[in-house]
């Protein structure tokens, strides 16, 4: 149900009366919660919010969130717990155990099999066809997804564990748990000894057994599910197709630990190469933005978010109480200065940067590329021969799809109509209609009304009849020409979360347009997160993602540095208009 993004309807707090009629709905759904669990769940003064989704298929969900994880979903008035939930009460639900590698499969949307569910020696749970089950893996209790049942248990081993036996709705590392905070699930030892593989049987009862200490085959069922997290079905901004997964299997670090030796390397390069003396105090938002994100090598893009750190100012005071390189203080309220650098630190002092690896020093051209820069192409408008047009061209010998000008198809048509010595005697401007044009032009309840059309009507209803094509030249390369009509770039201005503005941009790629390399200026610029993800219902398209509303910032770089004409860009108008000055 959340393999594939889904859209956010609205986003709003829940009233008193629904937080208790919902504390007796999920009393009633799952009485195996006792009161006191339920408050714990759901507290009283903690701040809920009901976000209305329609997913990918269209169907309506009603999520409950928080602490930013959706805890519960409702479809069709039945509550289904989510896996932030599970992973506080883990015997919430029956529990069908399966082998991580067929984790990554449900998280793309598949169904459990029942080849692919392992039997504990207890057997199997005692479920009914519709009841609500938990997903494991083997060694971990912790649930990695939910569904339901599609036979009974009975049913099940009648058939010889063949068919599906789950339906999955909701699984670890789906959209859903992307919504939230994206942690990892814990180790939970499983309560009852699950079988082996083949070479742990061969040692017989006493190694399965050995659950006070994390085995080696616990350790390996973890790192199993901390690989299918670093590899999620949205892919993050910084990450191109295959190349983000690929080095982390490389070097068998996580994403989160690549972005935190990158940050620590921007920051060394910046304090070595870029910081002096005289520039003290600095601004450590100053620092971060002239500093650390010129020192980022080409080809990656730093992100603070995706750090272990999350904000600037726990990474400053890391590198001020754990390494000494720095010292932070708040010179005015709220507003933190590195006041003093220690350049004699051996950390600064044996750091080296390897030459080729720093983007330029350009702060407004740091993510272009200086070898081949950006020309707009020249968009016009093209027409194509279509099936009943087809014989007011064949004297110019062109076939079903030939694409034309305006001005080509002018010519084509007057000398068509010369040719055929149809222009109207008396008068000139008007042009006589014979059979051809009859069928090619006129709809049926025209054929004994008109007769003669004018030249501009003419050459209008043949325009209007022919298939709309666009032309793209851009300097120094063939011209691409595609059906239809240009899409605009489509700037839009959405809500996410607690009153938060996102702003949207797509159809970049359409004017030969980088979306990750706009997403890169834009978030130097604006000092905002910034994502590129797979724009849904297409194959090929692309969303670019900045935190806030940057609408002004996005028509500048448009408009005023890339020269793209404001007819070709949707949104620009609902742009903040500055106030007036007194």
């Known amino acids: 149900m959340f ?85 506080l009460f883990p015997d919430l639900l029956p529990v069908f155990t399966t082998w991580p590698a067929v984790l990554q499969k449900l998280a793309g949307g598949a169904d459990l099999m029942l080849p692919g569910v392992v039997v504990p020696p207890s057997g199997l749970p005692g479920v009914k066809q519709g009841d609500l089950c938990a997903i494991t893996v083997v060694r971990n209790r912790a649930p990695v997804g939910i569904g ?16 599906k036996g789950l339906s999955v709705f909701h699984t670890y590392t789906d959209q859903l748990w992307a919504f939230g905070d994206k942690s990892s699930p814990p180790t939970i030892a499983p309560s009852d000894p699950e079988p082996a593989d083949s070479e742990e049987h061969s040692e017989g009862s006493e190694g399965a057994e050995e659950e006070e200490e994390p085995s080696p085959s616990t350790n390996t069922a973890a790192r199993t599910l901390q690989d299918l997290q670093t590899t999620p079905h949205c892919p993050e901004p910084e990450e191109k197709a295959g190349e983000g997964s690929e080095e982390a299997e490389e070097d068998g670090r996580t994403p989160q630990e690549q972005m935190d030796e990158l940050l620590l390397q ?69 507003v933190e200065s590195i006041v003093e650098v220690d350049w004699k630190h051996r950390e600064i002092r044996s750091f080296s940067v390897s030459e080729g690896s720093v983007l330029e020093e350009a702060p407004e051209e740091s993510c272009r590329d200086a070898e081949k820069p950006y ?26 799809g030939a694409v034309l000008t305006a001005a080509e198809v002018r010519t084509i048509i007057t000398n068509y109509v010369k040719s055929n010595e149809l222009v109207d005697e008396i008068n000139k401007n008007y ?68 009153n938060k503005k996102v702003t ?69 108008d609902k742009a903040p208009k500055p106030g007036k000055k007194k």
Not at 29 to 46: G, H, M, R, T, V
């Open 431 to 498: 042009v006589t209609i014979n059979p051809i044009l009859c069928d090619s032009l006129l709809d049926k309840q025209e054929y004994q009304e008109i007769e003669k059309l004018k030249w501009d009507d003419l050459f209008n209803r043949c325009l209007d009849r022919m298939q709309h094509c666009h032309q793209l030249l851009f300097p120094g390369q063939e011209p691409i020409i595609r059906k239809g009509h240009i899409e605009p770039i489509d700037i839009t201005i959405v809500s996410r979360g607690s």
């Open 148 to 163: 339901t049942a599609t036979m009974s248990t009975a049913e099940m081993l009648g058939a010889g564990m063949k068919g």
């Open 3 to 87: 393999a594939k993004p889904f859209r956010v309807k609205c986003n709003i707090a829940i009233k008193g009366s629904d937080r208790r009629k919902l504390k007796a709905d999920i009393s009633t759904a799952f009485p195996i919660l006792s009161a006191e669990q339920i408050s714990e769940l759901i507290p009283n003064k903690e701040e809920l919010n009901v976000v209305k989704i329609y997913t990918h298929k269209g169907d309506s969900v009603t999520l409950y969130v928080m602490h930013k994880n959706p805890i519960f979903f409702e479809v069709e008035r039945k509550l289904y717990p989510t896996v932030y939930t599970l992973w």
């Open 504 to 572: 949207l941009i797509k159809n970049l790629e359409l004017y030969g347009l980088e979306p990750h390399s706009i997403a890169s200026i834009l978030q130097q610029r604006v000092q905002a997160s910034s994502a590129v993800n797979p724009l849904p219902g297409s194959k090929d398209k692309v969303l670019v993602q900045i935190q806030g509303n940057q609408l002004v910032h996005v028509g500048r770089l448009l408009v005023d540095e890339y020269k793209i004409p404001q007819k070709h860009i949707l949104g620009l």
């Open 375 to 400: 020309h707009p192409p020249e968009i016009s408008t093209l027409y194509s021969v279509s099936t009943r047009l087809l014989p007011l061209f064949r004297d110019a010998q062109l076939k079903k």
């Open 266 to 334: 921007c920051f060394l390069h910046a304090l070595k190469i870029k910081v002096k003396k005289s520039d003290l105090p600095l601004l450590t938002s100053t620092f971060l933005r002239n500093h650390m994100f010129a020192c980022c090598p080409s080809g990656k893009q730093l992100d603070i978010k995706k750090s272990s750190y999350k904000k600037l100012s726990k990474f400053l005071q890391c590198m001020q109480q754990q390494r000494k390189l720095i010292q932070v203080k708040e010179l005015s309220k709220g």
